[in-house]
Every structure is written in C-alpha cells, then in structure tokens.
C-alpha cells in the first residue's frame, strides 16, 4: 500500500483477505462541470437579456445565480487540479489506509472507533484515529475534515463490492487489529 501499487491489480488473487481500492471517476466530474457550464451559460443570457421570459424580470437574480454557478465551477475545477486521477484515491488493505490526501499508511492499531451511521443516506464509514497517532497523520487530518481526528471512507459505489461487503470489510480489519 505504497505509491508504487499497482493499479491493474485491483484485488490481489494470491491474497487471502480483499483490498479495497477507491477511485475517482473523471467522467462524473466533468458531467458534473458540463451541467454547472450549461446553467451558468442560460442564467447569463437571462441576465443580459437575450433569452426573454414569459414575465419580465429584471435580471438581477439571474446574474447572481450565474455568478454563484460560476463560483461553483471554479472552486471544482480547483479542487480537481489537486486529484491524481491515475493513482486510487484510497486503498484499505489488511496492514491499514492509505490515500492521496494522507501523508502515508494509517495501521489499523492506529484506529481508535469506527463508525457505521446506520441512516439510509448515509454514505461513508468514519474511522477516528487515536490521539497519540502519528503527528503528521493527526496534522493533515486536522487540515481537510471538520471531525478533526477522523477519516471518511465511501462504502457506496465501490468497484467490485457491495455497500455491506465494505462495511464488513472495514469491520474486520478493525476488529482484528483489536485483537491482536
């Protein structure tokens, strides 16, 4: 679970226990842009008068909600810019977690609780890392999530598995490194 895996190997087949590799798909955020493109694009010409309404307005609002759609696009493609899109975002295997966003390889001895909100919306799996992690690890996820000792790992649209394949997956790994 270095930089060095490989990404044709998804699931190792000599390996007794399933690595889970999560990726981030290129086509739904540029599906995403275009969408946010096309409305920024139409409340433009709303604001500057070239598409006329049934009832008159003023165009202020219109321009406004450009502006935010705007914003939007912007921000995305800025947050984009920061995703290798040819490394996994996340790879959980039996010796940890490893992520772009992680600065190297959180143990499973290093995972205090895991949470499964058992909401039907709810999307991810919420692993906090104990207090006396490594420093690097504590800082940099005090940088990018708002829990600040906590990893959010997506259980739905994994390639390969199942939402309750992962969540017993991640319970596993976390219930063994209890053990031991």
Do not use: C
Not at 4 to 29: C, F, H, K, W
Not at 51 to 68: H, Q, Y
Not at 113 to 140: H, M, N, W
Not at 145 to 170: G, M, N
């Amino acid at each position: 679970m270095t930089d060095e895996y490989s990404p044709a190997a998804d699931r190792d087949p000599n390996a007794t226990q399933p690595i889970l590799v999560l990726r981030g798909s290129v086509r739904y955020l540029f599906m995403f842009l275009g969408v946010m493109a096309l409305l920024f694009v139409y409340l433009s010409l709303i604001a500057l008068g070239q598409i006329k309404m049934s009832r008159p307005t003023s165009g202020v609002g219109e321009g406004l909600f450009a502006i935010l759609f705007l914003v939007v696009i912007v921000y995305v493609a800025v947050k984009a810019r920061q995703v290798d899109f040819r490394k996994p975002t996340m790879v959980i295997g039996p010796d940890g977690i490893a992520g772009q966003k992680l600065p190297k390889l959180i143990p499973w001895s290093m995972i205090e609780r895991v949470d499964i909100p058992q909401a039907g919306q709810a999307g991810f799996i919420y692993l906090t890392v104990r207090k006396d992690a490594d420093p690097e690890i504590l800082e940099q996820l005090r940088k990018r999530q708002p829990l600040e000792r906590t990893v959010a790992i997506p259980h739905r649209w994994v390639p390969e598995f199942s939402s309750s394949e992962v969540k017993d997956i991640v319970n596993r790994y976390f219930e063994r490194s209890r053990q031991s």
